[in-house]
């Protein structure tokens, strides 16, 4: 009996590696390649669903700088950072962006979006919550870039970089 159990040890060793290598790969790629994540809310209608939408990100565009106006990123949130935002990037450090009016008592505004910034806007001007409120958000909060929606089945495909009107 003593005889078969080293050689349980070994397996169970060997096994737990395999398992350990595994997982830290897994990590690595949800961490530096591509991630799974779900947007929800009202600010990108009509892009995505107010109930949520799974889509793809890809960390590529980020890490290597193409990002540019029109894409949709998802990005640490600059007034809660336990929360991720998903917006739209509509200016590019030292773009100029020109803000409407929200109310008639106000005017139009104009922002220059500063260097290792980009200004971020929800599709849906009426109920988002961005860069009109907090101003443009540094790079370092992007996570990445949507790339491809999976769910709701129906829906599923790329997700194209518009420019914003």
Same mark, same amino acid.
């Given at each position: +009996? ?15 590696? *395999? *398992? #350990?290598?595994? %997982? %830290? ?8 390649? !591509? ?8 600010? +990108?209608?009509?892009? #995505?669903?107010? =109930? ?5 990100? =890809?960390? #590529? ?5 193409? !990002? ?17 935002? %998903?917006?739209?990037?509509?200016? +590019? ?21 500063? =260097? ?8 849906? &001007? *009426? ?11 540094? &790079? ?12 709701? +089945? ?12």
């Amino acid at each position: +009996m003593s005889g078969k159990r080293p050689s349980f040890l070994k397996e169970l060793l060997s096994q737990g590696g *395999a *398992a #350990f290598q595994f %997982c %830290c790969i897994l990590h690595c790629f949800h961490e530096h390649v !591509l991630d799974v994540t779900i947007c929800i809310g009202p600010s +990108m209608l009509p892009t #995505f669903n107010v =109930e949520g939408d799974v889509v793809l990100v =890809e960390f #590529f565009s980020t890490k290597f700088q193409r !990002l540019k106006t029109g894409d949709v990123v998802v990005a640490k949130s600059p007034t809660n950072p336990k929360q991720t935002v %998903c917006k739209r990037i509509c200016g +590019m450090p030292g773009d100029v962006v020109t803000v409407q009016p929200a109310h008639s008592f106000q005017s139009i505004r104009h922002h220059v979006v500063p =260097e290792g910034h980009v200004w971020l806007q929800g599709d849906n &001007l *009426a109920n988002s919550t961005d860069s009109r409120s907090y101003g443009a958000v540094p &790079l370092g909060l992007v996570r990445g870039r949507v790339f491809y929606k999976v769910w709701p +089945m129906r829906e599923a495909g790329r997700i194209v970089s518009a420019k914003p009107s």
